[in-house]
Nanobody, 114 residues
Framework: QVQLVESGGGLVQAGGSLRLSCVVSRSIFSINHMGWYRQAPGKLRELVATISSTSITNYADSVQGRFTISRDNAKSTVYLQMDSLKPEDTAVYYC????????WGQGTQVTVSS
């Protein structure tokens, strides 16, 4: 069974930066779209960024221009660089394919203080 292990979260002040990592327990070379999701307390999980196998990226409007998704196929790892963080970015962040075909990992908590 494929495992997803997210890391890199933490507590940061508004305007700060964090870099999240997601290690996938299988090769991601052939996975067309990988994505980062987040779930804030009391809210539904939302997709915030995706990256294709050819590194075409897409972002939710709420993070466009502040977040950058990337992938390293050799390391089976997907990254999310988060800059200019806002309190409303506070959530648990998860990775998965764009259609969320794998079992969810434990996620990594991001807390942005004002």
């Amino acid at each position: 069974q494929v495992q997803l292990v997210e890391s890199g979260g933490g507590l940061v002040q508004a305007g700060g930066s964090l870099r999240l990592s997601c290690v996938v327990s299988r090769s991601i070379f052939s996975i067309n779209h990988m994505g980062w999701y987040r779930q804030a307390p009391g809210k539904l999980r939302e997709l915030v960024a995706t990256i294709s196998s050819t590194s075409i990226t897409n972002y939710a409007d709420s993070v466009q221009g502040r977040f950058t998704i990337s992938r390293d196929n050799a390391k089976s790892t997907v990254y999310l660089q988060m800059d200019s963080l806002k309190p409303e970015d506070t959530a648990v962040y998860y990775c998965n394919t764009r259609t969320a075909i794998y079992r969810w990992g434990q996620g990594t908590q991001v807390t942005v203080s004002s």
